[in-house]
């Protein structure tokens, strides 16, 4: 059975599910170059059934992540195009008017009338609609457009297009994309900001089968979060990891005073939440709280209550449920640093969270809770190398202009012992080889690498290569052999996607100084068998020969505020845009000189 998975929030993303097993997957943001695009995923869907070698005509079904679908906001674009002072707008012109002064707005239909919300040739859908119907009738009609788009664009009949709710999607993928556990009994929870009406769900698993036991609307944790993330003039949906990296730098004085403050709202109640206080919105609740408060100390007070609420709720849910192995995901669970307090626990043995459990994820989540009820089990993910591949052709077809250039080099087949020499003498490369990596982590095929023990390089890839926030910590690509002498995992948790964060060892703080937390000194790792990515493996292991070191340190090749690169082109133009000294495509080393 092949399933197609669609999500269309942020960020909309497309996947190709055959016989349980994930085929390919990817974002829109790649193709289009719009961070966090949403919408209909047209040429991710192309994409992923390229790559897999699937036919429109071969696809048996396909699978919508969300029963409910917001057509104001989709055909507003509203997560992609949003600035921080359209935000903050919709905080005045919207929110204000309707939680706090009790009357009405026509923000969003005023918004459709300005030229940068009403045009763009990437509006798929046809809103025709809300031109005619009453805005009670959008939804259920969004709704039928949503098939009829698959329609139009693959000739797929109608009654082959079905709606998968939100959490069931993020709760499948948790559990059906991970490791099954030998450890002992196991529970599923999903948590974010909102889906079809909730934010967080409860699933035991029974005979390899989930059982949803609690599904609730109050967990409003990544709400709050969502909002401070404005009130500290960063971009929601988009900018929570820069609150959270940030938060490790405020000294407890400036801290616990925010604490306080958000420890008067949402509390844990048994297996739910509820309001100590009820605020009247999000934003001009505390914004009024934390005038005179420091900036850093917000971030950590938020930080510090999230993890706090965090582990009090699991543990209830795990003594509930007598489970020692928990399975997560959904926008909550890439917080890396709340996932390292709830995975020391004591009665959590083993914790599961596959790679960016964003709404990303839902594409695959979608396409799994279908193949399921069609009798394929779904199969875990072996790896997250699932997007586009650029060719040799690519590369050397980019390469050309590069070879008369006087300030060029052009290195033919370059071998592992070749480049790691690079980066021994302290260049910093870029490497767009092999299949691109699922989801918000580059895993080393769309990365930026160096030398880890440099602390010259922290600098030089904030501001001449990646043009980011001065306090944002890197992170290692780790060779799986050299785990324990770099992570203090005793429970020997599977950390292959960076998605929890440990406690270094002082070995680490030798070798690898700059791709871990500047202050707390924690490592979101990415660990590297042979097995899942060979040619990136002996990479770090040729670099290991040269140093002693085994590991790279990896940040995502991007421009700052930019999607991560898909093609060779991509990487070319990030090359020539940045700092960077070299660029490995394959079968190609470009340096510049």
Partial sequence: MIILGINEDHNATAAIVKNGKVLACQSEERNTRLKNDTGYPWKAIDAVLKISGIRPADVDYVAFAGIYCDALQMKLKRVTRFTIQDYIREMHEYWKKILIEKTSSNFYNELLREEKFSKGKDFYYDYGFMDKAPEDQWSSLMNEERRNIVVRHLGIDKEKIKSVDHHTSHAYYAYYASPRSACGKSVVITADGWGDGCNATISSVVDGELQEIHRTSMCNMARIYRWMTLLLGMKPNEH??????????????????????????????????????????????????????????????????????????????????????????????????????????????????????????????????????????????????????????????????????????????????????????????????????FGARALGNRSILCNPSKHENLKLINEKIKFRDFWMPFTPSILEERVKD????????????????????????????????????????????????????????????????????????????????????????????????????????????
């Fill in 240 to 437: 929570e990891y820069k609150v959270m990296g940030l938060a490790a730098y405020a000294q407890d004085y400036v801290r616990d005073p925010a604490y306080e403050i958000f420890k008067e709202t949402l509390i844990v109640d048994g297996l739910d939440f509820r309001w100590e206080n009820k605020p009247a919105d999000m934003y001009f609740y505390f914004k009024d709280k934390f005038e005179g408060h420091r900036f850093d100390g917000i971030a950590a007070g938020l930080q510090m209550w999230l993890e706090d609420l965090l582990m009090e709720w699991i543990a209830n849910i795990m003594t509930k449920t007598s489970a020692d192995v928990l399975y997560y995901s959904g926008g909550l669970s890439m917080n890396v640093k709340a996932n390292k307090v709830i995975a020391e626990l004591p009665c959590i043995k083993d914790i599961h969270i596959p790679p960016s459990g964003g709404d990303e994820s839902l594409a695959i989540g979608a396409a799994y809770v279908l193949s399921k009820e069609l009798g394929d089990e779904p199969q875990p993910l072996k790896h997250a190398y699932l997007g586009y591949e650029p060719t040799l052709d690519e590369a050397l077809d980019g390469a050309k202009p590069f070879r008369d250039k006087s300030n060029f080099d052009v290195i033919d087949n370059p071998d592992a012992d070749m480049i790691a020499e690079y980066l021994v003498k302290g260049k910093v490369l870029g490497r767009c080889c092999g299949n691109m990596e």
């Fill in 486 to 593: 770099y992570l203090l995992n005793p429970k020997g948790l599977q950390a292959s996607y960076m998605t929890i964060a440990f406690d270094s060892t002082p070995l680490a703080r030798e070798h690898l100084r700059v791709a871990m937390h500047p202050y707390d000194f924690s490592i979101r790792p990415q660990i590297v068998s042979r097995a899942t990515n060979p040619s990136y493996y002996d990479l770090i292991k040729a670099f290991e020969k040269k140093t002693g070191i085994g590991a790279l340190l990896n940040t995502s090749q991007n421009l700052h505020g930019y999607p991560i690169v898909c093609t060779a082109a991509d990487a070319i133009d990030t090359l020539l845009k940045s700092g960077l000294d070299g660029m490995i495509l394959p079968g190609l080393l470009i340096v510049k000189k």
